[in-house]
């Protein structure tokens, strides 16, 4: 693992000076110690310079470090708003969202699978930094990106496996969910949200194929981040914010911003190969 925890910036500091002293000091080094010695220095130099998490950025296998970091408690939400498949990506380019987990919740069901969840509804379970994004924002996307009012089924998708719930963790979640359900059903009285409100007890991740699922559509983005194995696609954010990406669900500026990224990657070609 390479990665901010191995360079605390003393030993750093300290790596930096012996290595420096040792190319000033040594009066019979051959030419290749020196050369070997001199991009050491300049090695760790770029480690520490990097940024000031001294750390090297691999394709994303620390998903949590940041907050690790910031030691920042993450908070979990979980909603059910049709498929999970694009549910993931509903969430993954927000701001804020650390992880996103397709699996199943709010049925009584135990250890519910694809082909037969029971009770349970397709769901999202979200990770979120608090500092970043809230309850309150993520009930705002929630509601704008289903039809709530839709009775057995969620677009294309029939049956109760995909109906519309909160879930909620403690009595300030259970106020803003009512809330907000109410709010949205004054916005047209013709017909009823039939959105649940309910209290999350167990949350089941579903099958790894079931992860990232609008990215694994796109082997392009897939090689970007690595090829990474379908377990880690789970944990990944880099995932999380391309699944969105690759869903063309995120909020439109990020939407924009991802895309101009990409495009200049397949402009200039790979970036690390293409010399040899
Ligand atoms: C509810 O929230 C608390 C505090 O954030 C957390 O420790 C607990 O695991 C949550 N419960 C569920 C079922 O997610």
Known sequence: MIN?????????????????????MQMRVTTREFAVA???????????????ALSIRLPDRDPVGVNARLNQPLKTAVFALGSFWRSEPVFGCLNGVVRTTAGYAGGIKPNPEFRSLGDHAESVQIEYDPKLINFRQLLEVFWSNHDSRQVFGQGPDVGSQYRSIIFTNGTEEVRLAALSKEREQTKSR???VTTEIQQLRNFYPAEPEHQKFELKRHPFLLQLIGNIPEEELVTSTLAAKLNGYAAELCPLRRQRQIDAKIGEIRRKGWPVLKDI
Request: charged fraction near 15%; proline fraction near 0%.
């Open 4 to 24: 901010g925890a191995m360079f605390t910036s003393d030993n750093c500091r300290e790596k930096l000076y012996r290595s420096f002293s040792h190319q000033t």
């Open 38 to 52: 001199h991009l050491l220095g300049l090695v760790i130099l770029s480690i520490f310079t990097a940024d000031g």
């Open 190 to 192: 013709s017909s009823v």
